[in-house]
């Protein structure tokens, strides 16, 4: 089991920017890729950004560079940098782990922090 707890949501003016956090526990040594998902109201959950375990990263389109996520594997830590936010990034961002054990997925998810970025 890994437990997320995330932080850093809040309200920003639009070109402001926000670091969250995401503290994992439990069976850290077990999660294979950690990413940032995003749901808006009336919208899809999405995912923003992924760290897999070798360090590559993959990003959706509307935030490359703008967000930057990283991993401090010495405090079990994910965070994502948001730079020069936009009004469309309001959202509710949650935090997730993925584990791959015994040929099954495992999806772990923190209880989100809401990110609102006014015009």
């Known amino acids: 089991q890994v437990q997320l707890v995330e932080s850093g949501g809040g309200l920003v003016q639009a070109g402001g920017f926000l670091r969250l956090s995401c503290a994992a526990s439990g069976s850290t040594s077990r999660i294979d890729i950690n990413g940032w998902y995003r749901q808006a109201p009336g919208k899809q959950r999405e995912l923003v950004a992924e760290i897999i375990r070798g360090g590559t990263t993959n990003y959706i389109d509307s935030v490359k560079g703008r967000f930057t996520i990283s991993r401090d594997n010495a405090k079990n830590t994910v965070y994502l940098q948001m730079n020069s936010l936009k009004p469309e990034d309001t959202a509710v961002y949650y935090c997730?782990?993925?584990?791959?054990?015994?040929?099954?997925?495992?999806?772990?998810w923190g209880q989100g922090t809401q990110v609102t970025v006014s015009s």
């Open positions: 997730n782990a993925k584990s791959y054990w015994g040929g099954v997925r495992y999806d772990y």
